[in-house]
């Protein structure tokens, strides 16, 4: 592990302009990630707790009696920049990429298909963290979760999700359960994707659709899954004969949105939905409890008690961060009074965030649905840490998470971008309907007989 030198320097304290009758430690353990900290101040919340913030955060903390500064004089890794994917970086956005003690080692980073998961043992993986504007960088909204008792479960499907799943090395076969938080479709928008290559790669199970309802039939999950089959049709009708086709069935289990309820209970594994604030009725977060392990994944909202009351020490707290409505306005030219309503009034700003983290002490705070760039990480961590100084990760597509009781590693995968298919045995000779659709006779006579127009091709340039 590198050495970090922790000394203080009183030009750069007098630079940033703090009050002089500053108490100063030293010598105290740094998080081995430096990530988060470019030209900005260590400081130590009265809590004992550890984190990087700029000059003027510091100053607020340390006026208020909440902290004390710290300054780092020397890292010479070459790790601490602050790289996001988009720019090259291939670690996750976060100051403790370990809490508590791991009972293995883990590979720097994580790779699909090379480890095995202990029995007790989460993996989390982002399939999606971006803003309602699908980009190459990031997909809209979706988390992966498998289990070690072999379960696995995606909350979310947001459009892109379904590329980034082909590269998890997992059969689509496998992931049959799926959980909407609402009806946006950057968190919806893959499941008809999700559906049609499940046919011909390998899915013999019904899907799961679970999902809440919304205000009246038509505007809930039940309803929009429906339309999903009903919009697909000539879809499934032209794979029949060809590919098995008992996979195309989706069952909806869909429950009331204003209740806090478990919506599903299998294997030891609970998942609980209770009210989000979000746009209309008809918005859920989730939390999920296995093996004295808890996660709670938002979805979109805005802040809320119930989210602080699920959230109370959980393990992983997943919430919604939008950008900064400054940022929001600037780069899309949208009004700054709509942007600020956008993020204040329909999601949630990393200050909001950092006061529902700070409420709720998860052992992990995580941020997604938001744009990961070198530009907008400095401004959400400013944002964010003015209330919340604790364990915090920005997630991005593909950062990870193996979550046992002991520990919380945080990792960024590395990934294959031209993922083949992987169809399980059974699969593979599974039966096919006997209905086969028949074009007219018409439109075949207008098919060209390759082995007579390659006869003719060579015959004619023999004769050449
Ligand atoms: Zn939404
Ligand atoms: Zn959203």
């Known amino acids: 592990m590198r050495q970090k030198t922790i000394l203080v320097i009183i030009p750069l304290i007098l630079s940033i302009g703090v009050i002089p009758a500053i108490p100063f430690s030293a010598g105290v353990d740094i998080p081995p990630l430096l990530q988060i900290c470019i030209d900005k101040v260590w400081i130590e919340s009265t809590k004992g707790r550890i984190a990087c913030v700029t000059p003027s955060t510091a100053e607020k903390l340390v006026e208020r009696g909440w902290g004390t500064l710290l300054v780092i004089v020397e890292d010479t890794s070459d790790e601490k920049s602050i790289t996001p994917v988009v720019s090259g970086g291939t670690l996750p956005i976060t100051q403790t990429p370990i809490i508590g003690i791991p009972?293995?080692?883990?590979?720097?980073?994580?790779?699909?298909?090379?480890?095995?998961?202990?029995?007790?043992?989460?993996?989390?993986?982002?399939?999606?963290?971006?803003?309602?504007?699908p980009t190459r960088n990031q997909a809209a909204a979706g988390v992966l979760m498998e289990f070690g008792n072999g379960e696995i479960l995606m909350f979310d499907v947001g459009s892109g999700t379904v590329a980034n799943f082909n590269s998890m090395k997992i059969s689509p076969a496998h992931l049959t359960k799926f959980f909407i938080t609402h009806l946006h479709t950057d968190h919806q928008g893959d499941l008809d994707m999700?559906?049609?290559?499940?046919?011909?790669?390998?899915?013999?199970?019904?899907?799961?659709?679970?999902?809440?309802?919304g205000e009246g039939h038509a505007l809930g999950t039940q309803s929009f899954v429906d339309g999903i089959l009903s919009a697909n049709l000539w879809d499934l009708k032209s794979r029949e004969g060809i590919a098995p086709t008992s996979g195309a069935e989706i069952i909806t289990h869909e429950f009331d949105w204003a209740e806090t309820q478990v919506v599903y209970e299998e294997d030891g594994i609970t998942v609980t939905s209770f009210p989000a604030i979000h746009a209309m009725a008809g918005a859920i977060s989730y939390r999920i409890d296995w093996n004295d392990m808890s996660i709670v994944y938002s979805g979109d909202t805005r802040i809320n008690d119930?989210?602080?009351?699920?959230?109370?020490?959980?393990?992983?707290?997943?919430?919604?961060?939008?950008?900064?409505?400054?940022?929001?306005?600037?780069?899309?030219?949208?009004?700054?009074?709509?942007?600020?309503?956008?993020?204040?009034?329909?999601?949630?700003?990393?200050?909001?965030?950092?006061?529902?983290?700070?409420?709720?002490?998860?052992?992990?705070?995580?941020?997604?649905?938001?744009?990961?760039?070198?530009?907008?990480?400095?401004?959400?961590?400013?944002?964010?840490?003015?209330?919340?100084?604790?364990?915090?990760?920005?997630?991005?597509?593909?950062?990870?998470?193996n979550i046992t009781p002991e520990s919380i590693v945080v990792r960024q995968a590395l990934v294959d971008d031209a993922p083949w298919p992987i169809v399980p045995a059974e699969s593979a000779h599974a039966e096919t309907s006997d209905e086969v659709s028949v074009l007219p006779e018409w439109l075949q006579e207008h098919a060209i007989d390759l082995e007579e127009a390659l006869k003719e091709i060579l015959e004619q340039r023999n004769s050449e």
Do not use: C
């Open 103 to 133: 009972e293995k080692e883990y590979p720097k980073n994580y790779v699909p298909g090379t480890e095995e998961l202990a029995e007790d043992e989460i993996r989390l993986t982002f399939l999606g963290t971006g803003m309602p504007f």
């Open 194 to 213: 999700f559906w049609a290559q499940g046919i011909p790669f390998g899915r013999i199970l019904p899907m799961q659709v679970w999902g809440p309802t």
């Open 306 to 401: 119930f989210m602080v009351e699920q959230g109370q020490n959980v393990d992983l707290l997943i919430h919604e961060t939008f950008l900064p409505a400054e940022i929001l306005s600037e780069k899309t030219g949208m009004a700054l009074e709509l942007a600020t309503v956008l993020v204040n009034d329909l999601h949630t700003s990393a200050k909001a965030a950092g006061v529902v983290f700070e409420l709720a002490q998860p052992k992990m705070a995580v941020m997604y649905h938001t744009w990961v760039t070198d530009e907008t990480i400095s401004p959400i961590f400013d944002d964010l840490r003015l209330p919340y100084l604790g364990p915090v990760t920005l997630a991005q597509d593909f950062t990870v998470f």
